[in-house]
């Protein structure tokens, strides 16, 4: 096999495991609205989704939000989203993992972010 076929096939194969990984968003539910308003303990600012962890009623809760394109484009920033940051986060609770949300909307540094 010559080598671009070798990289393709590599290429492919890497593609076709990311593709798997990535969820879909039955696994929330959307008939349960719910609000956080918190700061921000931790951020991950990474592909294909950005997360952010947030203490609330107890417990530490992880939001995922949008892909960092969208946010960006809709101008909401890693800076915006710094640990200590106070946010206020709308989305729906996950049915599969306690403790976790689907974000629709984040309010953070005064700007309003819908994430869908």
Do not use: C
């Amino acid at each position: 096999m010559n080598r671009r076929a070798i990289i393709l096939s590599f290429a492919a194969v890497l593609s076709a495991g990311t593709a798997s990984a990535h969820h879909g968003w039955g696994s929330y539910d959307a008939a349960r609205v719910m609000t956080i308003e918190a700061p921000v303990e931790m951020l991950s600012w990474a592909n294909p989704h950005a997360h952010i962890m947030l203490p609330y009623e107890g417990a530490t809760w992880e939001a995922t939000l949008a892909p960092l394109s969208r946010m960006q484009a809709r101008g909401l920033t890693e800076a915006d989203l710094a640990p200590g940051t106070v946010v206020s986060v709308v989305g729906y609770p996950s049915t599969r993992n306690e403790h976790e949300m689907r974000a629709e909307r984040i309010t953070a540094n005064g700007k309003t972010v819908e994430l869908r």
